[in-house]
């Protein structure tokens, strides 16, 4: 077509447009459909794309795959990679289709090279990492990350900074902690540069979220305390909200019932008519829960209500909304006893759940599931979740590597002071040995010796050998307490010397403004705390013996396969500081032993207090073993160690075990 033809086709459609109106959207479709002009085309598509974007979802989407394929076909690349990389949010996140957001933007790909700026080529790789870390492939979003940071340049620093910050979040959620905060930092760094506050905000929150999920609650909450400091202004309203809502999250971890309420409460605080409908869905959702569990169902529907009433308003809802609302709701129907309807809630938060792909999510919805289909009454299906539930939970990610380190540390130091008891057992075993043989050869040579004098030997014979074992029993007692001193010496001296050394050590590196060195101090600073913490159980002074045995049973329910279950009563202020670590020792051995040499599925943990005694018993369905046998072994250290801490604490152990039919570990405790 000549340009006067096409001049003229504009200028009626320009008047015309005036005349029916600039959002009549059946006009312009009416004339897409009648030209033949494929220039005409793309410009009527590019109008009905203005007027749909933020409207109608679904027809903006579907107009912009008709532009792309149309701009593809006039090779008008920059036109179809800006229309695909805009509408990439609708399609990914509002309709939540990643398939087809990745597949617009793979079909503009082959024509990379033909793209004029770094922008557009690393914006499509931007983009179709995003899809793939939609519940799809994180390892692929990483690497389709890499590439777009390879085609952008210095000019592109606000997509490289993004990049960072998104490329962190994948990095976190799979597995890859350190990596996750390496790139929270550069991504805070760069938006630094920038002087965007609220970014650079925005990746801080990254690594206070990263220590959340490797409960360092203590350390997330520290940094939490800084970050709300810095955000004090206006603007940051939703930030301010979401860190007050994280830290809720955090102490219903810790089953810290009135701090997590303040927490939400403050959280609400914040929401107003402006706050976006993401914000309000996870507040007032997670507030109505709270209550629900509480009892307090006239609160708990004020919430839902408020949830309900807001989804009324807004026509743009994403998934994440209906996420949140059907959880809250599910709930709240099982909690009044409507347990059909919560079924059909449930099950659609389950369908979303694994359309993202969070685990940790879908984990809580497999248990919502058991617990609806329980009430209902149907025990398979009751089943079949809460199995899923437990797998999820297993599977979940580990701690970090700091936190291996730890673990192992402590394996390595529990078994070089377990090989020192067994050898000086052996040593006091054999001198009992070549002692009952000198005795033998003088009962032989003394058989005409009168009965009185046979007496005085028999009671001196007694005596020596309950002294030889009170000197063994002793000796061990001794030795369990020297160990515990020991690792409380090597625990002190790494924090207040190694620990104070590489403290001056970063003054030093912070005057001399090497962040890089910095970051590796800091790295160092806190293995070191960490190392000292594991050597000696501090955590039951701090928290006592009661939540310090329940962390240990934590840590390796997260760092194993073992499904491990627990009933343990409140044992603190019962023994003294002395004992408390015995107790303690003796759980943590028994647990490390099942790991190493049970190949067991599932132990269960039961420590209850009755009348005078504490009842403890550590049951697994390993292997088992022949107990004579083990314990003659001076290979097995495990139980020999387990029985003089036993002694040491004046209580009496027993071992019920048999090969291929597990084994059931009792100790009884005198509490006085």
């Known amino acids: 077509m000549s340009a006067k033809p096409y001049l003229v086709f504009i200028i009626c459609l320009l ?9 009549d959207l059946s006009y312009y479709k009416s004339v897409l459909d009648s030209t033949k002009s494929k220039t005409q085309k793309l410009s009527i598509l590019d109008s009905i794309l ?6 109608d979802h679904k027809a903006y989407v579907f107009h912009t795959e008709e532009y792309v394929e149309l701009a593809k076909e006039l090779k008008l690349y920059d036109k179809a990679a800006r229309a695909a990389i805009r509408s990439f949010y609708y399609i990914n996140s509002v309709l939540n289709d990643p398939d087809r957001g990745i597949k617009l933007v793979e079909g503009i790909l082959p024509y990379e090279n033909q793209l004029t700026t770094s922008r557009m080529k690393g914006g499509l790789y931007l983009k179709r990492a995003d899809g793939y870390a939609n519940g799809k492939d994180l390892n692929i979003a990483i690497d389709n990350f890499n590439k777009a940071l390879e085609r952008f340049t210095e000019k592109d620093s606000f997509q490289v900074a993004d990049v960072y910050l998104f490329r962190g979040r994948a990095k976190s959620y799979s597995g890859d902690f350190f990596g996750g905060i390496e790139d929270y930092r550069k991504s805070y760094e760069y938006f630094e540069s920038l002087k965007d506050k609220e970014y650079m905000l925005n990746a801080q929150q990254g690594i206070i979220t990263i220590y959340s999920m490797n409960g360092f609650l203590e350390d997330a909450k520290k940094e939490r305390g800084k970050l709300l400091e810095l955000a004090k202004e206006d603007k940051f309203i939703n930030l301010r909200l979401t860190e007050h809502y994280n830290q809720s999250i955090d102490y219903k971890k810790q089953d810290l019932i009135s701090e997590r309420e303040k927490e939400l409460l403050k959280a609400a605080q914040y929401i107003n008519e402006k706050t976006d409908l993401y914000y309000k869905s996870l507040v007032y959702g997670e507030l109505s829960d709270f209550y629900g569990e509480q009892k307090n169902l006239e609160a708990s529907v004020k919430y839902l209500d408020l949830i309900e009433t807001e989804l009324k308003k807004d026509v743009s809802i994403d998934n994440y909304v209906w996420s949140s609302y059907y959880t809250s709701k599910a709930n709240y129907l099982k909690n009044i006893g409507n347990f059909n309807t919560a079924l059909d ?15 940790e999510d879908i984990m809580n919805t497999q248990k919502l599931l058991s617990e609806i289909y329980e009430e209902k009454g149907d025990h398979y299906n009751s089943i079949k979740y809460f199995k899923k539930y437990n797998h999820l939970k297993d599977s979940l990610f580990g701690v970090t590597k700091a936190n291996a380190l730890v673990y192992y540390q402590t394996l390595y130091e529990t078994e070089k002071k377990e090989k020192e008891i067994v050898e000086k057992n052996s040593e006091i075993d054999l001198l009992e040995e070549t002692n009952a043989y000198k005795k033998k050869q003088f009962i032989v040579g003394s058989l005409g010796l009168t009965a009185l004098f046979g007496f005085i030997l028999m009671i001196r014979n007694r005596r020596h050998l309950k002294k030889s074992q009170l000197l063994q029993e002793k ?21 207040d010397s190694i620990g104070q050394s590489l403290l001056l050590i970063k003054n030093k590196v912070v005057l001399n403004k090497d962040d890089s060195t910095k970051d590796i101090v800091d790295s160092a600073i806190e293995e070191v705390r960490s190392i000292s913490r594991a050597l000696h159980p501090f955590q039951i002074q701090e928290l006592g013996i009661t939540r310090g045995i329940e962390n240990v049973i934590s840590q390796v329910d997260e760092t194993t396969d ?10 603190d202020d019962v023994f003294s500081q002395e004992k408390e670590v015995n107790i303690f020792r003796i759980v943590q051995e028994s647990l490390n032993n099942i790991i190493k040499h049970a190949n067991a599925e599932a132990v269960r943990v039961d420590i209850v207090k009755k009348n005078r005694f504490i009842f403890m018993t550590i049951k697994d369905n390993g292997v088992g073993f022949d107990f004579s046998e083990r314990f003659n072994d001076f290979k097995s250290l495990g139980l020999k160690t387990l029985k003089e801490r036993t002694k040491f604490l004046n209580g009496i152990m027993s071992v019920d075990s048999e090969k291929n039919k597990g084994t059931t570990l009792e100790f009884r405790i005198p509490t006085k």
């Open 15 to 23: 008047f015309v447009s005036c005349v029916v109106g600039q959002n």
């Open 50 to 55: 203005k007027l749909t974007r933020g409207k």
């Open 345 to 359: 809630y449930a099950l659609r938060k389950n369908k979303i759940a694994l359309i993202f792909d969070f685990k």
């Open 475 to 495: 000796y061990t007692q001794d030795l369990l307490v020297s160990q515990e001193e020991e690792r409380k010496r090597v625990s002190k001296d790494l924090h």
């Open 562 to 571: 073992l499904f491990i279950s627990s009933e343990i009563d409140n044992i």
